[in-house]
């Protein structure tokens, strides 16, 4: 009787045995390099061509991102300063701020030539992300929640993973970021700095109803006629101190923010 299967046939199991090697190395790195900070690109911190650095401009001299960042609240992209924005203080001949720095001398070079600083992009979204900047800062979503403490930093790094999932945390519960929009450039803002009677002062400015602000405190059912009621109820709901969950309660009912969830929020 003759072989029931052909000769190549022999050597199939090796060859499933290479192809499952092959693949099981292949998913190893595939996790080792997307599931690590390496992907997400936590801690990335490159030398700039200039040692610009943030912990002097917005920590000691307490600058504005705005100042530099000047489209972050009107565009959905933040922009890079221009040569102009560096010159403004660091230019204007011999009357400049240490104008005759080393450590500025490309400032002066790219001022006389009209080229453009090659700064190095920190944070970049893929390009299949729709991201807006302006949508986040116009709605209490400060800079320090997606760049860290930028004032504490000699050089910029990344410092949140910016990742899908990180994402959606804080479309699913963005009261744990929400603060009122004064200060929203605010790096070293806590809610627990905020005077409780000028927070609930300002929504009754709003015309926010007290009766709204009360259920949001105590839940349905709860009452309050004034200020002064709000506030005894607060204190009695969260304790003397006001906390990260009363603000962003208030600002995501009253606000009316409902962030998505679904893939085309993002994939557009």
């Given at each position: 009787?003759?072989?029931?299967?052909?000769?190549?046939?022999?050597?199939?199991?090796?060859?499933?045995?290479?192809?499952?090697?092959?693949?099981?190395?292949?998913?190893?790195?595939?996790?080792?390099?997307?599931?690590?900070p390496k992907y997400t690109r936590v801690g990335y911190e490159p030398t700039?061509?200039?040692?610009?650095?943030?912990?002097?401009?917005?920590?000691?001299?307490?600058?504005?991102?705005?100042?530099?960042?000047?489209?972050?609240?009107?565009?959905?992209?933040?922009?890079?300063?221009?040569?102009?924005?560096?010159?403004?203080?660091?230019?204007?001949?011999?009357?400049?701020?240490?104008?005759?720095?080393?450590?500025?001398?490309?400032?002066?070079?790219?001022?006389?030539?009209?080229?453009?600083?090659?700064?190095?992009?920190?944070?970049?979204?893929?390009?299949?992300?729709?991201?807006?900047?302006?949508?986040h800062l116009n709605r209490g979503i400060s800079c320090v929640s997606c760049?860290?403490?930028?004032?504490?930093?000699?050089?910029?790094?990344?410092?949140?993973?910016?990742?899908?999932?990180?994402?959606?945390?804080?479309?699913?519960?963005?009261?744990?970021?929400?603060?009122?929009?004064?200060?929203?450039?605010?790096?070293?803002?806590?809610?627990?700095?905020?005077?409780?009677?000028?927070?609930?002062?300002?929504?009754?400015?709003?015309?926010?109803?007290?009766?709204?602000?009360?259920?949001?405190?105590?839940?349905?059912?709860?009452?309050?006629?004034?200020?002064?009621?709000?506030?005894?109820?607060?204190?009695?709901?969260?304790?003397?101190?006001?906390?990260?969950?009363?603000?962003?309660?208030?600002?995501?009912?009253?606000?009316?923010?409902?962030?998505?969830?679904?893939?085309?929020?993002?994939?557009?």
């Open positions: 009787m003759g072989n029931f299967f052909p000769r190549w046939s022999n050597w199939l199991p090796l060859k499933l045995a290479i192809a499952v090697v092959f693949i099981a190395f292949g998913v190893s790195v595939g996790v080792a390099y997307y599931f690590t700039q061509p200039v040692p610009f650095s943030h912990q002097i401009h917005a920590g000691q001299l307490a600058l504005d991102c705005r100042y530099c960042h000047s489209f972050a609240e009107n565009s959905g992209h933040s922009n890079v300063p221009t040569n102009q924005t560096c010159f403004n203080c660091h230019g204007q001949g011999k009357g400049g701020i240490r104008a005759a720095s080393p450590k500025l001398e490309l400032v002066q070079k790219a001022n006389e030539s009209g080229q453009s600083i090659p700064w190095v992009k920190v944070h970049k979204a893929p390009d299949y992300v729709y991201f807006n900047h302006s949508a760049h860290g403490k930028i004032n504490e930093m000699e050089v910029v790094r990344h410092d949140q993973p910016q990742s899908m999932g990180w994402c959606l945390d804080c479309h699913r519960e963005p009261e744990k970021n929400l603060r009122p929009l004064e200060f929203v450039t605010n790096l070293n803002y806590k809610a627990g700095d905020l005077k409780r009677a000028d927070f609930y002062q300002g929504l009754l400015d709003k015309k926010v109803a007290a009766k709204d602000i009360a259920n949001v405190i105590g839940g349905e059912g709860a009452k309050a006629d004034d200020l002064g009621q709000l506030i005894a109820l607060a204190e009695k709901t969260y304790g003397k101190e006001v906390t990260q969950t009363e603000v962003g309660t208030q600002l995501k009912k009253h606000w009316q923010i409902q962030p998505p969830e679904s893939c085309t929020a993002c994939h557009r």
